[in-house]
């Protein structure tokens, strides 16, 4: 069974950091790319960051390229959002993503101006 687990939100104030966390199971982790969405109050889900497992690559929404960053750490089944420089627009519950169709249950992120 698929499993995402997500972690690390919280409250912050506008220019500050989080490190949201991805621990997944129930798949050969290695084989697949892990995306980020987030979904803010009366706005559709919109995707945020994904890494592939297997070579690395990454892609980023123009709305946060330069202020996030998406790692993974294949022996801990893993993928990490670091959010830096964050502003009242990202607040959103952030969703981890696999192919397939699954997600995990999402992490707040509240950002204060």
């Known amino acids: 069974e698929v499993q995402l687990v997500e972690s690390g939100g919280g409250l912050v104030q506008a220019g500050g950091s989080l490190r949201l966390s991805c621990a997944a199971s129930?798949?050969?982790?290695?084989?697949?790319?892990i995306g980020w969405f987030r979904q803010a109050p009366g706005k559709e889900r919109e995707g945020v960051s994904c890494?592939?497992?297997?070579?690395?690559?990454?892609y980023y929404a123009d709305s946060v390229k330069g202020r996030f960053t998406i790692s993974s750490d294949n022996a801990k089944n893993t993928v990490y959002l670091q959010l830096n420089s964050l502003k009242p627009e990202d607040t959103a519950v952030y969703y981890c993503?696999?192919?397939?169709?699954?997600w995990g249950q999402g992490t707040q992120v509240t950002v204060s101006s």
């Open positions: 993503w696999a192919p397939g169709g699954f």
């Open positions: 129930g798949f050969t982790f290695d084989d697949y790319a």
């Open positions: 890494i592939s497992l297997s070579d690395g690559s990454t």
